[in-house]
């Protein structure tokens, strides 16, 4: 199977992406088709990561530092910026175009052989083609990303050693349902009987679920407050207080006081991985991974003169977060937004947080002019639509119609001293990074049967 052909039959799959109509979730497809491959999943131990915001941050920090350790590492995220190749990737590196079509191959075929009667998705058949290289390629550890919820998501078929919750708020309603408490019972289903699971700090309503379901399961559960905290140092440097030692002067390569958060759920995880899988794993080999860790279009700073920051803030809290880091890290700066949503995101909200007056301090000014765009993703919302939410709040608004044209004008309008900050959505964030040159188009939309023609 050629890589074309590989992702053309991932893409002609259902796909929860564009829904699947009269569909119910279940895991006992996935359970199948790991048992026609042998359960490569047991072949090594393994690190579950759920949340609303910040699981990636989060697995690539615990994938960096695991490596700087030593160890031979798998890393299993969603969704892709550039290329469907970097959901899988072997010591840090997407898997070639090869090795991706004979993963696919191993699982198709594997399909015939599997006794569930259910069709598998697209995201299905990822997971198993990811956990089946992690096999073949002899990882020592793989750290899995949840894509959507918990419970259902084909990620909680596999027996992880070590499962952390990151922050948990209101996203995907319509399928997780409409409280923090209903989200966090979905979310908190990955905890594994008698296992370590690991919590950001969350929500009176969440972390009462996370407790509930971690002593119905006997499971120890470590809040990351609780075991690792940051001290502020001097600059941009901090210092790294944990129940197993200290790391001074520590300076996060990921930008924004929220991977503060994000570095605490991860160091509290990799503490606890020694513990049910024998690893050895030193505080040294932690602070390589938080200093090193690279994760392309989280509040990443793509160019200057002027200052062009990108960030997938897609939900109302991250978008909150967003302006947070703004006023830490470019205190007073008013900034040009590029702005795209999805379409079925709550776009008044995200508009909202990013547009409303500052409250203080901790929160960025409002942006002095945003320009409202779509990416070419086929649920990407219209921009008239966008730039009618940003009205609302009283923020001087246009429209682009393409985002190259958005760039262009956001550059004029900050001159040499100002900020543009691309944000919205992460497809938005990826058409961003190929048209400043970061990253070469990959071409694969030209297999998605949603791509515009």
């Not at 006023?327 to 776009?347: N, Q, S």
């Amino acid at each position: 199977m050629r890589f074309a052909d590989a992702v053309r039959y991932l893409t002609q799959r259902p796909d929860l992406e564009r829904g699947i109509p009269g569909s119910t979730l279940s895991l006992a497809g996935i359970r199948a088709l790991l048992g026609a491959l042998g359960r490569p999943d047991q072949r090594y131990p393994s690190v579950l990561i759920a949340g609303t915001k910040g699981k990636g941050s989060t697995a690539a920090m615990i994938e960096r530092s695991l490596r700087s350790a030593g160890y031979r590492t798998g890393l299993y995220t969603q969704p892709d910026l550039h290329t469907i190749r970097e959901r899988v990737r072997i010591d840090g590196q997407p898997i070639s175009a090869e090795d991706f079509s004979d993963g696919i191959e191993v699982v198709r075929a594997a399909t015939e052989r599997a006794t569930a009667t259910s069709t598998y998705t697209t995201y299905e058949l990822m997971t198993a083609a990811a956990l089946d290289r992690f096999s073949r390629h002899a990882v020592d550890v793989a750290v899995i990303e949840v894509g959507l919820g918990g419970r259902m998501d084909a990620t909680n078929a596999v027996a992880a050693s070590v499962s952390a919750l990151t922050s948990i708020s209101l996203d995907h309603t319509q399928i997780l349902g409409n409280t923090v408490a209903a989200i966090a019972r979905e979310k908190a289903d990955i905890i594994k009987q008698g296992q370590p699971i690991v919590s950001a700090p969350q929500p009176p309503e969440a972390l009462a679920v996370i407790r509930e379901m971690a002593a119905e399961r006997g499971a120890r559960l470590i809040v990351a407050d609780d075991g690792a905290r940051w001290q502020e140092f001097p600059s941009d440097h901090w210092n790294l207080i944990t129940g197993a030692g200290r790391l001074d002067d520590v300076r996060l390569s990921l930008r924004g006081g929220f991977q503060r958060i994000n570095a605490a759920v991860a160091t509290t995880a990799l503490l606890a991985l020694p513990e049910v899988a024998g690893f050895s794993l030193e505080l040294g080999a932690i602070r390589t991974g938080l200093e090193d860790t690279d994760w392309p279009g989280r509040f990443e700073m793509v160019a200057i003169d002027p200052l062009i920051i990108v960030d997938g803030a897609h939900n109302v809290e991250s978008a909150q977060r967003l302006r947070e880091a703004l006023a830490e890290e470019l205190p007073g700066r008013r900034p040009t937004y590029v702005l795209g949503i999805a379409a079925d995101k709550d776009i008044g909200g995200i508009v909202r947080a990013l547009c409303s007056p500052s409250t203080g301090a901790r929160t960025a000014p409002a942006p002095r002019l945003v320009i409202a765009t779509a990416s070419r993703h086929p649920r990407a919302a219209a921009a008239e639509t966008i730039a009618t939410a940003v009205r609302e709040t009283g923020t001087e608004t246009t429209v682009a119609e393409t985002l190259h044209n958005a760039i262009r004008q956001a550059r004029r309008e900050a001159a040499v001293e100002g900020v543009v900050l691309v944000t919205g959505s992460l497809h938005l964030v990826a058409e961003a990074r190929e048209h400043l040159g970061l990253a070469e188009p990959s071409g694969e939309q030209a297999f998605d049967p949603w791509a515009t023609p």
